[in-house]
């Protein structure tokens, strides 16, 4: 992943450069542009991923193996949180760019990646649900 790392880190460096040429007036247009440009490659690498990991599923169903089962549900909880924190990441960043210009996006991505990390963490879960905190009794099977 070398090389798209690098084409990213140049597209910054020409946003920047840009800002410095044509100004603040044109900051925000900048930012956008760039933060969409961000945007695209998330997406590409989660539809990767995605694509991967039913194509993996559809390989072990058709082995005839039962498709392993995740402790925190279907595919939509597990991965919903983080998907939804970078659609939200993006007009985050965007606040953060203009109200404090780099160190803003830092703080912006480091509270991002703060409560993905803590999601993960707590196995895919904002709450504990009542059914996991309660012991099973006699009657139920």
Avoid: C
């Amino acid at each position: 992943m070398d090389a798209p790392d690098t084409e990213l880190k140049k597209e910054l460096n020409a946003t920047l450069q840009a800002r410095s040429e044509l100004g603040t007036e044109y900051e925000s247009a900048l930012v956008e542009s760039f933060l969409e440009k961000v945007e695209q490659r998330l997406d590409g690498t989660l539809d990767r991923r995605v694509r991967r990991h039913l194509a993996e599923q559809q390989i072990v169903v058709a082995r005839g193996a039962r498709p392993p089962e995740h402790p925190s549900g279907h595919f939509g909880e597990q991965y919903g949180f983080a998907i939804v924190s970078l659609i939200l990441a993006i007009p985050l960043s965007a606040i953060g760019v203009v109200n404090a210009g780099l160190q803003g996006l830092v703080v912006a991505w480091l509270g991002i990646v703060g409560v993905n990390a803590f999601q993960a963490a707590r196995g895919g879960r904002l709450f504990r649900r009542r059914d996991d905190e309660r012991q099973k009794s006699d009657w139920e099977d």
